[in-house]
């Protein structure tokens, strides 16, 4: 659902040629994502491992439709990787990423290394630091080293498990290969996590929770010190009972500030008709939301699962607080070894909760039916219609119709 998304959405990759291989090139900052490159004349890849070093290297030629800074300029993909093992399950490795226009000589080339490093039997640190320079190959336009850094601690066990984690970004870090929606933004926050078990044949087989803290400041704001933007605290609770069923559940409370750059292309409608400066909306606070996603097996035929929204949730194109009710009910039916089908409906409604008011509704039913004729040949379809309705939108506070870039927003679908 793209009504209220702010970041661009992720697409996994499906083509066999980046699959095979692929997970060399995997890193805690996605830096290698195959789906930039768009339509590929021609590509070469190579994996191997030579004692304890995986190597790899993925280089592609690709007639972009839009290239790393505008146009239609071709472009050439080059990664390498090199991955060693150390000790029993530990691993050091680099990265590079390299994306150059044909014609202009505009490029954009990350550096990276990366540690993971396990030790007193169930704990994990890992950590990346990298670097970007990106040239528009314009004169007068220098290439300067703009950082990214990942750092996180995972204690795990059988009943007790915690976590940490910052990823951190300069403003005007690029990765023109990789997939980081988020740019100059840090995350932090950390989770903490219990689970007890039954005994065998028991009704309720396992029960536990998860707290959840994630955090988001910009920058600069980070490393001065100042109040993230963005917070929010989640409980998750979940229980698995026997036959393979499970219910788990969301609880969350948060926090929204919006920011004055992200509203600076911004405008309302005067009385006169003329454009107007757009007020800057008040922070949220206190927003609140719980879910509860089913999976029920009825039996070897039927299984059921979903989700059940009720959220409170900024409304970031106009910058409001929403109400969301979500419903995601799942079929699965499997009448036999050879044939799957899937069905599933996802709904979605946000009103404004000042007034109530309509502000969007997405409907997307999906179809997905699989035929296994033999252990090497099988037919898959899937289909899918998305219908998402906007209302034009409006100041929060003064109700005045908005301009983006001086274009009027109204209703969409």
Excluded at 61 to 73: H, I, L, Q
Excluded at 136 to 155: F, K, M
Excluded at 315 to 340: D, I, K, T, W, Y
Aim: proline fraction near 5%.
């Amino acid at each position: 659902i793209q009504v209220n998304e702010r970041f661009a959405l992720f697409f996994p990759e499906k083509r066999p040629f980046f699959l095979d291989g692929a997970e060399i090139f995997r890193t805690n900052q996605n830096l290698v994502h195959t789906r930039r490159i768009v339509d590929p004349i021609a590509g070469t890849k190579l994996t191997g491992k030579v004692g304890s070093i995986s190597l790899g290297y993925l280089g592609a030629f690709d007639e972009s439709p839009s290239s790393v800074f505008g146009g239609t300029n071709d472009a050439v993909f080059n990664m390498i990787r090199a991955r060693a093992d150390v000790g029993a399950g530990s691993t050091v490795g680099v990265l590079y990423t390299d994306r150059t226009l044909t014609d202009g000589g505009g490029f954009n080339r990350v550096a990276s290394a990366d540690a993971r490093l396990l030790f007193g039997g169930r704990f994990a640190l890992s950590t990346q630091v990298t670097g970007s320079w990106t040239s528009t190959g314009e004169t007068g336009s220098p290439a300067s080293i703009e950082p990214a850094l990942t750092l996180g601690l995972i204690r795990t066990g059988l009943n007790f498990n915690y976590s940490v984690r910052l990823a951190d970004q300069s403003e005007d870090f690029r990765t023109e290969t990789g997939f980081m929606p988020r740019l100059g933004d840090t995350d932090f926050g950390g989770a903490v996590e219990f689970a007890r078990y039954g005994a065998s044949g028991a009704l309720v087989e396992t029960w536990g929770a998860e707290v959840q803290s994630n955090n988001f400041s910009g920058h600069d704001d980070f490393w001065a010190g100042r109040a993230p933007y963005e917070y929010e605290v989640e409980l998750r609770p979940t229980v698995a009972f026997r036959d393979s069923r499970r219910v788990n559940g969301v609880l969350k409370w948060g926090g929204f500030r919006f920011r004055p750059e992200d509203y600076a292309a911004y405008e309302v409608v005067g009385p006169a008709g003329s454009p107007e400066p757009y007020g800057l909306p008040p922070a949220l606070t206190n927003i609140l939301g719980v879910a509860i996603t089913p999976n029920i097996r009825f039996n070897n035929t039927f299984n059921l699962s979903g989700t059940v929204m009720f959220r409170q949730i900024p409304l970031f194109a106009e910058g409001s607080l929403g109400r969301e009710n979500r419903l995601a009910p799942s079929l699965g039916v499997h009448p036999g070894e050879r044939l799957r089908v899937e069905a599933r409906y996802t709904w979605s409604r946000l009103k404004r909760s000042g007034d109530g008011s309509h502000f969007s509704t997405a409907h997307i039913p999906r179809l997905r039916v699989q035929y296994q004729f033999s252990q090497s040949l099988l037919a898959r379809v899937i289909g899918q219609y998305d219908l998402e309705k906007r209302e034009a939108l409006r100041h929060p506070v003064t109700g005045q119709a908005v301009l983006i870039g001086g274009i009027l927003q109204e209703a969409r679908e």
